[in-house]
């Protein structure tokens, strides 16, 4: 250990210590964002960053252990991702299936996917499933993994699911019409029956949601951290909880 994660470390047990476990966020949305210019700046391949990310996830987990988060979101791929070339999707893909595997061996941790399933390879399909399954009765942490996720595709989704449960009912149009409120389509999202996002993290320093989360992050909080996800310290992560417990959350009011 040098001299400097000797003192990072110093500094995490202070931040630690003075942490208001009261004022935790129950729920954590991150955006892993800066993998592939992490890897630049190391001299490595894009797929090196990916990899490095996919190894900080259970690092993550384990500080929200710790500190008595009950349920992180990780936007791990965007509907916007599948677009890359096959040559940077495939492997990359492949990378999220090792990682959502760990994440299920690891026998803490309940999988939940979100996103649009149907868009996802045939494999990718099955390892989300499989996690799933294999996790439903673990009482950890809840961990949602954004694969094949998009914002608005996910409030498109919500309607679908909306109206198609409507019209099995046989409910007009109409009468749809005269009933549907926000807590109608809030049952359709990927992430029903779960508390909205406290807190939402993005790492590289850019200042955007990028259509993380949109409908349920309306009343969250946001922390945008400069260094890339693989480089991200648990004394980066405790700032974040220490910078969240010191607002004053009104909700619209």
Known sequence: MNLRDLVYGLYARRVEGRLDHAQVPKHIGVILDGNRRWAKASGGTPEQGHKAGADKIQELLGWCAETDVEVVTLWMLSTDNLNRPEEQLVPLLGIIENAVRALAADGRWRVHHVGTMD??????????????????????????????????????????????????RGTSFEELAEIVDVEHISEHLYTRGQPDPDLVI??????????????????????F??????????????????????????YGT
């Open 225 to 250: 951290c400069e260094v890339h996800w693989p480089a991200f310290r648990k004394v980066d992560f405790l700032r974040a909880l220490r910078d969240y417990a010191a607002r004053h959350r009104r």
């Open 119 to 168: 868009l996802l390879p045939a494999r990718t399909q099955s390892v989300l499933k499989e996690a799933q399954e294999a996790t439903r009765d673990n009482t950890g942490i809840l961990v949602n993994v954004a694969v094949g996720y998009g914002g608005r595709q996910e409030i498109a989704d919500a309607v679908r699911s909306l109206l198609l449960e409507h019209a099995d």
């Open 202 to 223: 993005r790492t590289s320093g850019e200042q955007r949601l990028s259509g993380f989360m949109l409908w349920q992050s309306a009343h969250s909080e946001y922390y």
